[in-house]
């Protein structure tokens, strides 16, 4: 059996986290996989010099994800088909509007027997229907694609923390291989069959809550906020803080949020999508995560402490990283009304009319 | 139809916010229930007082649930003979040990057709076998019990921060009436049939992850603590401030908890015990509150700092009051042990391990 080839298309903070997973895991498991892994780098300027080539020497991202080791055998390669060329198993970790340019110039550079599997916490939903982004990868490149997703602050895994993740693939020879990419003693995989639900999770978990700090917090915002946001402010420093609700008032709305995830899943993609999985560390425990803390709680705090808008703030402590987050309250609701059902998600339509409508924050408490 | 007649077992920190709820729902649904409840107060003195004549005078238990005004309509009564006579709905809110004594003075007094509702956390577990509290309530009264629990901090609760609760109850027409008996705007109420689970996933969670506090904090304990303060010590303070782990982790200990819950459910109580629970108030949302804060936390920061042991600081911060949590690791230990079972329930296990056998903290991590 030949060995799998893997590239990373990615880099950034959670792409050089699960660089240095991956590439651990290649080296160990050498009957499997080619040690080597390139790994796609938009390529910046960084003190003058190329990223790729610092990673290359330092092996280091010392943009994204300073201070981390990335293994040797890890490569950046600064053009998208380099690092493609002939690969067997492709990770997608970039930010999800760059998915449909990078997998147009993937075309017909992969190996023939090509899978791939996505990290894009995401999910396009329009009046007219839902699209996942396995689904826009497996439409272009014409390959099954798998979803990882769980509850995994990027740099809590690449400092080691124990956590775990769910893989979602249909293809159990494809799913043993991917634990096999992914999992060690501190990054602990559970494969399921369902890739459809954990892709719903990592995006929904964005709508479960969200709040009009644009009331609460001063300055007024132009733009929406992105909902990963507004979720930890609202769950995680919102009530207790500004509203004086307590810890059962949280867990309430991370118990509905999940409820109305699962509604969601299960109403628009049907018995795809198992109860189960909302069990996995892409249900339950990322929502708890996404309540807590993380890159949210930072900008979060900064938001309120500064009053500087959302994007300067990505800019000033994410080093121009977006805070994760691809679904809003908006489109959700767009859907919903497009379907005549907002009155069945009474929680994800209690958000849209506090961000959107102006209703007082307490709605949460009193309509869901 | 005859109106109900409800009394209330129990005037501790969680009976008394109970009272607060049932007074005001007793008034609210005069079509239903007789507004007078009667509630069965252990009598103590208080400032040279007694505590039911203090309640009756103030509308306040003092001791219990300083500062919340009691609806004029709940009656103290220190003979619990004459609290249950001719009952016909009857809520346990009396700490485990008390049950059976309680129970038994009760007998042939309640009326003929009475139910009760089980609002005790607690399972008992011996390595013959396991009895719920409803069942022991059922057992000596030959009435049928129902049970309520959920992500109910008694404190929020009285001053009335939304939370949810969940009833399970077998019989739907009893089901509906113990709705209107506890549903308000901000304690609702889901009714599902799953007794057996409801009251699981109260007993459970505290045993979700127990910790050597032994270890970690001097001074060394002589008797096992609680687990629900072990509990909170591992998940809410003891990883990140103790051993530097991050929200991935401890939402990845919450998941696999609530697995081992179900699982144990499922096991031993068959399928009576339904996944649908386990994403009730009373399973996943209680869990995250157990791990974030309530009496737990206070208690636990004061061991901490003081040293000082468990007992004194229940009598000191809590009136008294015992930490909740009947049910501990070496008890399911020694349950599972007898049925050769310990290695299908690694997180009980390991936390059983790190309590009473001394592994080291670390295992939490490394071993589940």
């Known amino acids: 059996m030949s060995l799998e080839k893997v590239c990373i298309i990615g880099s950034g ?37 190329n990223l790729t080539d ?40 970039v930010p999800h509007q760059f998915v449909r340019g990078v997998c147009e110039q993937m075309k017909g550079h992969l190996a023939p027997n090509a899978r791939a599997i996505s990290l894009i916490k995401g999910l396009e939903i329009t009046s007219s229907g839902t699209r996942l982004f396995s689904e826009e990868i497996e439409r272009i490149l014409n390959v099954p694609c798998a979803a990882l997703s769980g509850a995994n602050i990027a740099d809590e895994v690449a400092k080691e923390k124990f956590c775990e993740s769910t893989i979602g693939c249909p293809n159990v ?17 559970n494969v399921i ?42 769950v995680g420093a919102g009530f207790t803080d500004g509203l004086g609700y307590g810890s059962n008032t949280k867990a309430a709305i991370i118990r509905r949020g999940l409820m109305e995830m699962r509604k969601f ?45 959302i994007d300067v703030l990505e800019k000033e402590l994410l080093n121009g990283q977006k805070l994760q987050g691809t679904l809003s309250a908006a489109e959700v609701h767009e859907f919903l009304s497009a379907r005549n059902m907002t009155a069945e998600f009474p929680l994800f339509n209690t958000v849209y009319r506090i961000v959107f409508e102006n209703a007082p924050v307490e709605c949460i408490v009193r309509d869901i």
Chains 1, 2 share one sequence.
């Open 265 to 309: 899943g299960q109403m628009f993609f049907g018995d795809m999508v198992q109860t189960e999985t909302f069990f996995e560390s892409c249900g339950a425990a990322d929502l708890i995560t996404t309540c807590s803390g993380g890159r949210n709680r930072k900008v979060a705090e900064a938001f309120v402490t500064t009053g500087k808008p």
């Open 54 to 93: 610092i990673i290359n020497r330092e092996h280091e991202n010392i943009k994204y994800l300073q201070g981390i080791k990335l293994p040797e055998n890890i490569v950046a390669v600064p053009s998208v088909v380099d690092a493609c060329k002939d690969a067997t198993l492709v990770v997608f970790v």
């Open 193 to 234: 069959q369902d890739h459809v639900g954990v892709q719903l999770c990592g995006a929904l978990k964005n709508v479960v809550a969200g709040k009009n700090i644009m009331t609460l917090y001063p300055p007024p915002q132009t733009q929406p906020l992105p909902l990963s946001l507004s979720l930890f402010l609202l």
């Open 13 to 49: 903070n959670w792409g050089s986290a699960v660089a240095k997973l991956i590439g651990t895991n290649t080296q160990r498991h050498g009957n499997l996989f080619e040690s080597s892994v390139r790994q796609w780098v938009f390529e910046e300027k960084v003190n003058g010099e």
């Open 173 to 189: 020879q494809d799913g043993e291989l991917f634990y096999r990419l992914f999992d060690t003693d501190y990054f602990r995989i």
